[in-house]
Every structure is written in structure tokens, then in C-alpha cells.
């Protein structure tokens, strides 16, 4: 089976095929597969768009399946936010250290152990001819006051992932891919697929 990966973030390709490379025949990205399309992101929940991004990729392609990922971070002291906003929460054309620099701005009179937050993934696998599945992965976390490594990208630096006492951004690719909420969205959709064969 061919699949797509309906994105243009070079990372989270990267972290999808590592995990998915057993289960396809071929994993392309957008680029790979020399497809230009921009998908309006304008779901209320990560799932909606999961699904909207997968359907629209897998219309303009000639590939078996479109696979996509939705995701974000969600700060309960800020009622959720910033949520499906993640990727432009300081505004349209503005990059992660822009985001970065808002968040912490938001939370910097936040005390500690108000600081919860999740990673949130929505995982949407569109098939021909086939039900589409959507499952949702999610990890927990504390908001840093200052960032912290150098790894993965987005908002890794300022979560603080309290088993291991480090941030995203200090964990290898493989420890993240082992634990993060796309990992675990993922694995969800492994289930799936498996269930289906049944
Ligand atoms: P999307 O491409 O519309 O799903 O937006 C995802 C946004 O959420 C990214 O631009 C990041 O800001 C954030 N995000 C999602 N997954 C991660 C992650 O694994 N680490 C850090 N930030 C993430």
C-alpha cells in the first residue's frame, strides 16, 4: 500500500515514517510526492482537521491512502489554548520561537503546579474504498519558564515531560518517538488496522 503523509512539516514526517516504515509498502511526503496543496485548518477540534487535511491530500493524489496528523498543545491555564492554534498562536507567518515567546509571556505569572499542559495528535488514516479511521493520542506535561535543548521542534523546548525530568527538545528522536502523543496516536491507528484484519 502507498501513503501519503498529508503534511508539509518536515519533522513530523520524519518522526511518522520512523514509526509507520513497517507497515507500507512506500511513505511519501507531500514534497516526495510533488504535491502543493494548502488545506484550510478551520476545525474546531484536531480530529476535524486530521480529517479534512487526509481527504483533500488523498482527492489530488494517485496514492492508496493519505495519512494525517493534527496537533497541538493544550495549557490549561489557558482554557486549552493554544489548541488548534498551535501553529499560528502568534499570528499568521510567525515561527515556533515567535509561539514560544508568546506562551511564556502568557503563563510567566502562572505558579508551578498550575502549569499542566498536553500534547495533543490527531491521526486520520483515509483509504479508496475504506472507512476512514481517526484515533487521538495524547502526553502530559508541565510548562518550563525558559526553554530547554535543542531537539524536535514547535513547543518541545518548553515541555517539561516529568517521568524522564527533561524537555522534548532534550530527548533523543527515539526516546520522543517512544512516548509522544503522535507515538501514541499511532499506535492507536496500528490497533486499528489490525483490529480490521481480524
Ligand atoms: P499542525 O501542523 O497544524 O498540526 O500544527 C502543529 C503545531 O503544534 C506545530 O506547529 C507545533 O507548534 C505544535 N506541535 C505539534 N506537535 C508537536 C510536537 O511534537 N512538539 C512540539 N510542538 C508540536
Known sequence: MRLIIASNNAHKVTEIKAILAPYFNSIQSLKDAGIDIDV????????????????????????????SD?????????????GVY?????????DDAANNEKLLAEMKDVPVDK????????????????????????????????????????YDPLFLYEPSGKSFAELSAQEKNEISHRARALAALREAMERERE
Do not use: M, Q, W
Not at 484550510?40 to 496514492?63: H, I, P, Q
Not at 498551535?86 to 510567525?94: C, K, L, Q
Open 40 to 67: 484550510v485548518e478551520d476545525g474546531k477540534t484536531f480530529a476535524e482537521n486530521a480529517l479534512k487535511k487526509a481527504r483533500e491530500v488523498l482527492a489530488v493524489s494517485d496514492a492508496d491512502a493519505a495519512l
Open 70 to 82: 493534527d496537533s497541538g498543545l493544550e495549557v490549561d491555564a489557558l482554557c486549552g489554548a493554544p
Open 86 to 94: 498551535s501553529a499560528r498562536y502568534a499570528g499568521e507567518g510567525h
Open 115 to 154: 502549569r499542566t499542559c498536553r500534547f495533543v495528535s490527531a491521526v486520520s488514516l483515509v483509504r479508496r474504498n475504506c472507512e476512514p479511521i481517526t484515533v487521538i493520542g495524547t502526553v502530559e506535561g508541565k510548562l518550563l519558564f525558559s526553554p530547554r535543548g535543542t531537539g524536535g521542534f514547535g
